[in-house]
């Protein structure tokens, strides 16, 4: 069992991010070596104290008191002995799994997942609630079901460090606050840091949907996680994010990633910004269905109420499984989507010279046979980086949990992961 | 006098990316923590051991050796002495800005700017060599202009520790090799580094030009050093850099920051790329200068070489010599690029979610005028951020000097910047 401790106190401890926040260096380097040793104790299986000093470069006896300090709160533990090199015995460090857990709450305007999440990045239990209602109800209803998964998980409550939230933007991480998203009703300036926190009596973190999925994707993304790529997040809305070795960026006020007004069909439909054929108006789910609707798809079915996410959505499923039955119509236009994705893709991939895009969201798994078709070819022919390197294009090695998963990563990710930042100076 | 030391060895030591790139994690620690202290002495005055100490989160005997080796290597000075809170007197320290220095080359298709600039960033000496013929004979003329400014300066030759080469891409810094830049006649595919550094007998760094540029403007540019900022970079080519909290990105192969076709206008020209109006057939000096023609600014004149940069050039200059004296046509040209290059910044702006656009680069202060009346009032009605966040769109602080110095800094940055990447453990 693991030992009681203060979550909150460990909470502080590591996250050298929050109090970098509040203007503080210190005590930034205990908590960066310790975050170092616990980092590499979790990438890699079977390593010794020795090892972890040659892996690092740092110090034996920093190692030795920092390994110490770690078995004392039951983060990692002893697995046994093997001779060494010089035939003197090792013993071996691994992670306690079920040691910790975080919570991680995908908000999305269609289906909203809930997962819990132990410090190796495994989901422990899982639970797809109806979340809908104002942003009041929204935030009681997602207390609730918390509640509900860790009690029927049968994790004990005191080991779960944190929550953190995916929503879809604007958001502002400056103060915490769901600014106004287009997707979400009743959501209008709400402090849902401090309510959801308040109501769950634990440390919350909130993320933009895409930026948790990188996280996501970096922490347990099958071989993603140190290569720099690009994710592409498909769901009701489209954006991007890009991690860097393993670092996930967020912006002035954590919105990076609004893909929406870059222009990828230079004869498509006119958009508020001036612009025609931008990625947003011309590749999401009411573009798709709108495309739909004009080909003749639905030639004498009820008109669809544009205003209707949940409408649109099911249109939008139709359409994807219309392609997969064969018709010629809508595979065309999930095609024609495709494109405009890889469009965006190429403008991106040269942007940051990046090799490696992966796709994911609550929509991908229905356009992923018809996307992973046009992308690479595009990415391959079209970008001024096709004479330097290759592309590859993957599919998120999480699955459908990508941004709830994580946003419980984005919380252990401030614990478990060594952030500099608080190192350096910063001119005052 | 500087003591004399070995350039090479202490290149070596705390060019922590440098031995990231060789794959070994040794010695990290010592080398972050030695520059940590000199970036925190570089960046304030008047600090103390215990003013570092506070600020950085290192231990008082820590940063008491690392200043005792840095003192020994004639990095910083003891300046005097100040009463500190207690009564008792506190050393304070500074760098010594003319310890040591590094050359920074600019190849410019147009012109090559040289610097020789000390580790405080000052621009000690400067020239603007004509470079032209191949790749090979440019490289004998780059290595002869250096050691003439060297000579010219007074500085000891064994106190620059560096060379830093900014160009255009595409180039691969994997192999530094420059591959084939569209701009320059007799480049291809050169092991630039390797045979700068053997003309010169000293260590070279290559980097794109917008990159270079970027490293400049964070490092000495007034203020926007600590902020993250987006660098645009108006030269023969278009491209932009990224800056954030001092670090600025390079990419898979040192070619970041390639905007060409970003589509900035959709009823413009046809691009290669299948598109219409991409950003650099639209906005670049080409571009001005086919614009000017066909509204019949040069209504009679003789026939422009669209192949002849020079002759190219020397119409940009016209075109916005000419705006500048009221000519309404050019004036309205250069307005309608500068839109162009705001529809770039609003992309830009809201893909990375930063609040801060720096212009710069060899055309920088010839469109200064036009353009700063556009861009600021697009990002403002165009972005989605404009809800969030205000903007803010400066010069360069650095000049024309920006890529140079730039390449110079990069050189030094890699000395006396923390760079954190080594201590994380890569999964092998």
Excluded at 115 to 121: H, Q, T
Excluded at 150 to 155: H, L, N, P, T
Aim: proline share 4%; hydrophobic share 40%; glycine share 10%.
């Amino acid at each position: 069992m693991p030992r009681p401790y203060r979550a909150e106190s460990w909470f502080h401890m590591c996250d050298v991010r929050s109090s970098f926040r509040k203007g503080t260096n210190m005590p930034a380097v205990a908590g960066y070596n310790s975050s170092v040793v616990l980092e590499a104790v979790r990438k890699r299986e079977g390593l010794s104290r020795s090892d972890i000093a040659k892996h690092t470069g740092l110090t034996a006896q920093t190692v030795s008191n920092i390994v110490r300090k770690l078995l004392d709160d039951g983060l990692i533990e002893e697995t046994g002995t093997q001779a060494g090199r010089s035939g003197k015995p090792r013993t071996l460090l691994q992670l306690r799994a079920d040691s910790r857990f975080a919570l991680g709450v995908h908000l999305d305007p269609i289906v909203t997942t809930i997962v819990l999440v132990n410090i190796a990045g495994e989901v422990v239990a899982r639970s797809h609630p109806a979340i809908t209602g104002d942003a009041g109800a929204a935030i009681r209803d997602i207390a609730d079901s918390c509640e509900r998964l860790i009690a029927s998980s049968g994790v004990d409550r005191s080991a779960v460090i944190g929550l953190g939230l995916a929503m879809p933007g604007p958001l502002d991480v400056r103060t915490d606050t769901v600014l106004n998203p287009p997707n979400l009703n009743g959501w209008h300036e709400v402090p849902v840091v401090e309510r959801l926190s308040e109501a769950l009596d634990m440390p919350v973190i909130l993320e933009k949907d895409v930026t948790a999925a990188c996280y996501g994707e970096s922490w347990v993304g099958g071989g993603a996680a140190d290569r720099d790529f690009l994710f592409f997040y498909l769901g009701f809305g489209l954006s991007f994010g890009v991690s860097r070795h393993g670092d996930v960026y967020r912006g002035h006020t954590g919105n990076e990633g609004e893909i929406g007004h870059i222009v990828v069909d230079v004869d498509g439909r006119e958009c508020w910004c001036g612009q025609r054929g931008c990625v947003s108006i011309s590749c999401d789910p009411t573009a798709i269905v709108l495309k739909a609707v004009q080909r003749g798809v639905y030639d004498g079915a009820e008109e669809i109420d544009l205003t209707d996410m949940f409408a649109i959505n099911g249109r939008f499923n139709d359409v994807c499984s219309k392609a997969r039955q064969g018709d010629k119509t809508c595979d065309a236009i999930l095609h024609e989507t495709g494109r405009g994705i890889g469009r965006a893709a190429v403008i991106l991939s040269d942007l940051f010279d990046i090799d490696h895009i992966v796709l994911g969201g609550p929509n991908w798994k229905q356009l992923e046979h018809a996307y992973l078709e046009e992308i690479e070819p595009m990415l391959r022919t079209k970008t001024v980086m096709r004479h330097v390197h290759d592309f590859k294009v993957t599919s998120t090695a999480v699955g459908d949990d990508v941004a709830a998963l994580g946003a419980a990563v984005s919380v252990l990710d401030r614990k478990l992961s060594p952030k500099a930042a608080p190192l350096r100076f910063v001119r005052e």
